[in-house]
């Protein structure tokens, strides 16, 4: 795992002697997503330069330094990830005349590169990888990010300048870098507390999408070619669903499974993996445990909260699978204490909460080893998520309902006040007594009013339900991917599918696997997801809806595979989530720094946001009238961002 960055300044204005310390300063802003070695190229002649910090993982000798080029030395790349069939790949080409100096996947890629075309060697890549590759021949420059988006590249203009990397903050240094806030980012940025790809914060910068190579030649000409196509990939399956008993599709899963955990094990340095307990990292665990020697070492965090905390059922998959497990329990102090370095390694506005622990057991983990892998996917693929298997039953019972009867149901349930709703729910015995109910009923009465299954999965996942009034001067842009596109689901049938495939475009990509990278990197951690190997997910859309939710339990099959190795009564519990107690915090330690962010004097100079807004949604938080914690955040992370990068 590596960072890279790179320029092209196309009126070539500076020598060698200019460009390359320029670069150097530029690589260095993200000297923490590789903090063994760095190095720099450049052609003077083109203004082009490239960057590159490495994290050794594989080949941790020079052979492995980049940026690096062919044998032939016609492609020079930067490079960030890790492709785990590398060695097969190189066996193949050995076989066909290539020569190598090391074993590292980077001389790999360049060589498959050069010798297949970039198309080719992509579709035979099997991980996670965003790079650059310069060729001195064709005079182009590619950009290629992995089919899932695992891992992170911007690119655009600036004052003339391509500027493309890992994390947006090294382009920060060059002396011609104007940034302008996308205020049409913003608005989704309020919407969903992350900025869907293809935006960026700044204006003319954007996040290349997933599965994607763009091209560049000396006149600026630009073209992309996606190379796995995420909706042919849905469409292709929905089109051969299998018809296998379930014994055999659990084979066949487990199998995968254990294929996609076992090349992620592959590493010349320790590794080890997160457990919150729950199913998609004990799975992991389990798979990675089972084909390993030794125990391999887990890693959780824990919170004084009660109502947050699965460290114990983490401590209890660990023991049975006899790893070797490490947990840190998290308090507020701990978490202030952290919070104002959010936007160091952020560098965009991005406000899912449970960044912050996400963080922490990072921080933990590197302690130890330098590879941790993750479960992060599960929900997405297998429909684990609880919207998915009650979203569709009440979208249909709510599609029988006449909308006048909808809409004045949803009147009725505002006039009681969330905190009302609260006092009503603990009248009811305990056992049956929902967390948040009056929060939830609210949400409800907007979803009430939804007219087509989009706008009901909007308001789903939405934490301001009119963005753009919250952003003064803006107006909203952004809309779902595949919307009015060729798929195979009839929308009033088929809304579970319609949400994942969604999520695995939007929240999978922009808030799940932006945390990861952020957190993770920040400590000079990688992380690995062997369940978004792309034949997984391929799997996965080639299943009947039934294989993945029955009887109302989500993640059916996945849970299957996880009962060949964990009893499951360590595992079934109600989904807790990733969370932190952040609407408590805000209401106590964090309210002064909270209450700074959004003071009235600050956001009406800033003449961004508007402060009457705000300020009402803080004064009902604070007084308990509403839980606004995650819209709060989503407006504070901005702020806090702000602060950092634009004073």
């Not at 062919?70 to 020569?99: D, F, K, P, W």
């Not at 329990?329 to 406000?351: K, M, Q, T, V």
């Not at 009465?445 to 952003?471: C, E, G, N, R």
């Not at 299943?543 to 059916?556: N, T």
Request: net charge neutral; aromatic share 12%.
């Amino acid at each position: 795992m590596c960072g890279l960055t790179g320029f092209w300044d196309f009126n070539a204005r500076r020598t060698k002697a200019e460009i390359l310390p320029l670069i150097e300063k530029m690589s260095l802003q993200i000297a923490h997503r590789g903090p063994d070695s760095s190095g720099t190229w450049c052609d003077e002649t083109l203004g082009l330069a490239l960057g590159h910090q490495r994290l050794a993982i594989v080949d941790l000798s020079e052979a492995g330094h980049q940026p690096m080029f062919s044998h032939s030395g016609r492609l020079v790349i930067v490079y960030n990830g890790e492709v785990y069939n590398a060695m097969e790949i190189r066996e193949t080409l050995v076989a066909q005349g290539c020569r190598f100096k090391g074993h590292s996947d980077t001389e790999v890629i360049v060589e498959a590169c050069e010798k297949w075309g970039i198309e080719a060697a992509c579709q035979q890549l099997i991980g996670m990888f965003a790079f650059a590759v310069w060729d001195k021949e064709k005079k182009q420059l590619f950009l290629v990010r992995d089919r899932l988006g695992i891992k992170p590249l911007y690119w655009g203009f600036n004052q003339g300048v391509l500027f493309f990397g890992s994390q947006l903050k090294s382009f920060g240094v060059h002396p011609t870098w104007k940034p302008e806030i996308n205020k049409e980012a913003l608005v989704s940025y309020f919407r969903f507390n992350y900025i869907p790809t293809p935006l960026s914060i700044f204006k003319g910068i954007f996040k290349l999408s997933p599965g994607t190579i763009l091209s560049i030649d000396p006149s600026k000409n630009i073209s992309e070619t996606q190379f796995w196509d995420l909706q042919k990939v849905v469409i292709k399956g929905q089109k051969n669903l299998k018809q296998t008993k379930d014994a055999e599709l659990i084979e066949e899963l487990e199998v995968l499974l254990k294929d996609a955990v076992k090349r992620r094990m592959i590493a010349d340095v320790p590794l080890g993996a997160f457990l919150s307990g729950g199913v998609d990292s004990s799975t992991v665990a389990a798979l990675m445990q089972t084909q390993s020697t030794n125990p391999i070492q887990t890693f959780s965090i824990g919170f004084h909260e009660a109502e947050y905390d699965e460290s114990k059922y983490a401590a209890c998959v660990a023991k049975h699978l006899g790893t070797e497990h490490r947990e840190l329990y998290l308090n507020s102090g701990e978490a202030r204490a952290i919070i104002p370095d959010i936007p160091n390694w952020c560098d965009e506005p991005f406000a899912d909460v449970s960044q912050i622990p996400t963080f922490l057991v990072s921080k933990l983990a590197r302690q130890f080893v330098t590879v941790s892998l993750s479960g992060d996917g599960g929900d997405e693929l297998f429909a684990g998520y609880h919207r998915y298997f009650t979203g569709q039953n009440i979208w249909f019972k709510l599609k029988k309902l006449p909308f006048w009867l909808r809409r004045l149901s949803a009147y009725g349930i505002r006039q009681i006040s969330p905190s009302h709703w609260e006092r009503f729910s603990s009248l009811l015995p305990k056992r049956f007594q929902p967390r948040l109910m009056g929060d939830k009923l609210h949400k409800f009465a907007d979803i009430l009013t939804a007219i087509t299954p989009t706008a009901f999965y909007q308001m789903l996942v939405s934490q301001w339900d009119d963005p753009a009034t919250l952003v003064l001067g803006s107006e909203e842009k952004f809309v779902f991917p595949w919307i009015g596109l060729e798929h195979p689901f009839n929308q009033e049938k088929h809304l579970v599918e319609i949400m994942q495939m969604m999520d695995l475009r939007t929240y999978l990509l922009d808030d799940i696997l932006t945390k990861v990278d952020r957190a993770s990197m920040a400590v000079g951690l990688e992380a690995r997801v062997p369940l978004l190997d792309h034949r997984v997910v391929e799997f996965s859309w080639c299943l009947p809806l039934h294989a993945k939710i029955r009887e109302g339990e989500g993640k059916w099959l996945l849970k299957r595979v996880l009962d060949r190795y964990v009893p499951r009564n360590l595992i079934e519990r109600p989904k807790m989530g990733f969370g932190v107690p952040i609407d408590q915090w805000l209401r106590g330690p964090l309210r002064e720094w909270a209450e700074e962010l959004l003071s009235v004097t600050r956001l009406q100079q800033e003449v961004i946001l508007n402060a009457r807004l705000i300020r009402k949604r803080w004064e009902e938080h604070l007084q308990g009238q509403r839980n606004w914690q995650y819209s709060l955040w989503g407006v504070l992370m901005f702020q806090a961002w702000q602060e950092r990068w634009m004073k």
